[in-house]
């Protein structure tokens, strides 16, 4: 069975640029979490779907933060325009529903120059 | 809020030798507690979890971890360490039915030497 799916892997931009990762979660996996992992510290929890409805999303910067989760299944992580601060490594994780484990993707690593 | 500490960034244990990875939560009614291991460049992996029952819970690799309400800790040990597990641990308590919030510790980077 494929694993939580992640692209790029890396990504380097300049500030004030946009950029998007792509998620495709576990197949049937209905819940799906975007977390913010700066270096050296734990993830953070960014945004929560379930199914395609984002049901937590308290914590995105909603003023350049912007996640979509189409038909339920792939999810899109938007940053409009990047800033410095950005660069951490973005992980998606899924899971059959919200009372059963986390499976993570390898995260992608952004550098903002 | 719930919280979690890890007190030691860095641990340096020999291949072979014993490891116990400290965590300390903070949370106000019955946490959800679990461990993932992130190897470079991975995503992160779920060792074990507690969510009731048995104090002493066991995992994959040959880890397993024990709930101390009294210390609201849950260590993680290995009885000897393989020089595949270096790698970076976080410590995780989750709210209401365990997975819909996790709240991570900053990580402690094992370092195993021959």
């Known amino acids: 069975e494929a694993g939580v799916v992640q692209s790029p892997r890396y990504k380097i931009i300049e500030k004030k640029q946009p950029v998007a990762f792509w998620c495709n979660p576990i197949?049937?996996?209905?819940?799906l979490y975007w977390y913010l992992q700066n270096l050296g510290q734990g993830p953070e929890l960014l945004i929560r779907y379930e199914n395609e409805e984002a049901v937590d999303d308290s914590q995105l910067p909603k003023d350049r933060f912007s996640a979509e989760r189409l038909k339920g299944v792939d999810s899109t992580l938007k940053i409009q325009p990047a800033e410095l601060g950005d660069s951490a490594v973005y992980l998606c994780?899924?899971?059959?529903?919200?009372?059963?484990?986390?499976?993570f993707g390898p995260g992608t690593r952004l550098t903002v120059t | 809020a719930q919280s979690v500490t890890q007190p030691d960034i860095h641990i340096t244990v020999s291949e072979g030798a014993s490891l116990e990875l400290r965590c300390n939560y903070s949370y106000g009614a019955t946490p959800y507690l679990f461990w993932y291991v992130q190897s470079p460049g991975q995503g992160l992996q779920l060792l074990l979890k507690?969510?009731?029952?048995?104090?002493l819970v066991q995992g994959i690799k040959g880890f397993e971890a024990e709930f101390k309400r009294s210390q609201s800790s849950f260590n993680l040990r290995k009885p000897s360490v393989h020089w595949s597990d270096a790698a970076e641990y976080f410590c995780a308590v989750g709210i209401n039915f365990g997975n819909e919030k996790l709240t991570f510790g900053t990580g402690t980077r094992l370092t195993i030497i021959p």
């Open positions: 197949s049937g996996h209905n819940t």
């Open positions: 507690y969510f009731s029952g048995d104090t």
């Open positions: 994780a899924s899971s059959l529903d919200r009372d059963h484990e986390q499976y």
